[in-house]
């Protein structure tokens, strides 16, 4: 029964490195998304996706890449990380895009960009 | 566009005592709204939600939640606060499975 799995948990990064933040899910959802969570403003939408091969830009899609090649995994890459990267990233899932689905997260990353 | 306001950044209650932390939210059409509670260093635990029906939605831990469509408002309540419920807490309005949150109001708990 795993849900939303995300890893690293942790990560320490040096400006300008890149890296990806993996996401996968075992509940066969269409439906998955990456937030990102900052001091004082709740969380973010960075980029989602409906369903395999199909994704679109959120919120604050600035510095971030995504793909969805299979139902499962959901990776979010940094080309380039910045301190303003600096936050805690949560993967969500949910059955389909229609709206009024429980959304279920990820357990959070936590990146820092020094 | 969809926006949530969360007017209280921290509230500070006393061990048993009542506590409602406010939402107001802004969307054209009948809103999916959630509430969410995240301990530090923690994900994020999904406390209630409304989709339709009763005004009134039970939860976790004791938790409710009232939605009134004229005060564009979803408050959360909760009778007797415990000193283990002090945490941060989400509100959040779905659009098309995507969802815009609050700023989040911080709870501390005095014993």
């Known amino acids: 029964n795993a849900g939303v799995t995300q890893t690293p948990k942790f990560q320490v990064l040096k400006t300008g490195q890149s890296m990806t933040l993996q996401c996968a899910q075992d509940m066969n959802h269409e439906y998955m998304s990456w937030y990102r969570q900052d001091p004082g403003m709740g969380l973010r939408l960075i980029h989602y996706s409906v369903g395999a091969g199909i994704t679109d830009q959120g919120e604050v899609p600035n510095g971030y890449n995504v793909s969805r090649s299979t139902t499962e995994d959901f990776p979010l890459r940094l080309l380039s990380a910045a301190p303003s990267q600096t936050s805690v990233y949560f993967c969500?899932?949910?059955?389909?895009?229609?709206?009024?689905?429980?959304?279920?997260f990820g357990e959070g990353s936590w990146l820092t960009v020094v | 566009a969809q926006s949530v306001t969360q007017p209280d950044i921290h509230i500070t209650v006393s061990e048993g005592a009542s506590l409602e932390l406010r939402c107001n939210y802004s969307?054209?059409?009948?809103?999916?709204l959630f509430w969410y509670v995240q301990s530090p260093g923690q994900g994020l635990q999904l406390l209630l939600k409304?989709?339709?029906?009763?005004?009134l939605v039970q939860g976790i831990k004791g938790f409710e939640a009232e939605f009134k469509r004229s005060q564009s408002s979803f408050n959360l309540r909760k009778p007797s606060v415990h000193w283990s419920d002090a945490a941060e807490y989400f509100c959040a309005v779905e659009y098309g499975n995507k969802l815009v949150f609050g700023a989040g109001t911080i709870l501390r708990v005095k014993s």
């Open positions: 969500a899932s949910s059955y389909d895009g229609t709206g009024g689905n429980t959304i279920y």
């Open positions: 969307y054209g059409a009948t809103p999916y």
């Open positions: 409304y989709f339709s029906g009763d005004t």
